[in-house]
């Protein structure tokens, strides 16, 4: 459980984390393909792909973003349950790319605070066949 000294942003999972996270996205069909996608493309991959993979996993599923009309809205389960990470990635201060499975993906950070930067999905629809 969440340590009740630091509500807003834990960097180690928790049942928070995973309860209002990712259990309501694994419910949305798509969303739970693109997981999926990610996984099948590690079958096989060497150590430097999964690496890659695991980054593209952290930009999606934990920390992304994703366009509805004019707005960029949160789907990722390290920004759905930090209402800190949320409010931060509202303010519209971190930098926000396009989601390129294909590029290199930054650093992951974790114990640096809220994330610098987030990449945006047009949709899911739009995420599943980037990662196909």
């Known amino acids: ?6 509500p ?10 995973e309860l209002i996270g990712h259990v309501p996205m694994l419910a949305d069909p798509t969303f739970a393909d693109m997981v999926e996608a990610i ?3 590690s079958l096989g991959a060497d150590e430097k792909q999964i690496w ?3 980054k593209v996993y952290w930009y999606t599923v ?6 509805e009309g004019q ?24 930098e926000i790319q ?23 999905l047009d949709s899911f629809d739009a995420g599943l066949q980037q990662l196909r």
């Open 1 to 6: 459980m969440r340590h009740h000294s630091k």
């Open 8 to 17: 807003h942003y834990t960097p180690e999972p928790d049942v928070v984390h």
């Open 39 to 41: 996984g099948v493309a």
């Open 52 to 54: 890659h993979l695991t």
């Open 62 to 67: 934990e920390f992304g973003v994703v366009r």
């Open 71 to 94: 707005d960029i809205k949160a789907f990722g389960s390290g920004i759905l349950s930090s209402f800190g990470e949320l409010e931060y990635m509202g303010q519209n201060t971190a």
């Open 98 to 120: 396009p989601f390129d499975p294909f590029k290199a993906q930054p650093k992951m950070s974790y114990k640096d605070g809220y994330q610098k930067k987030y990449f945006v």
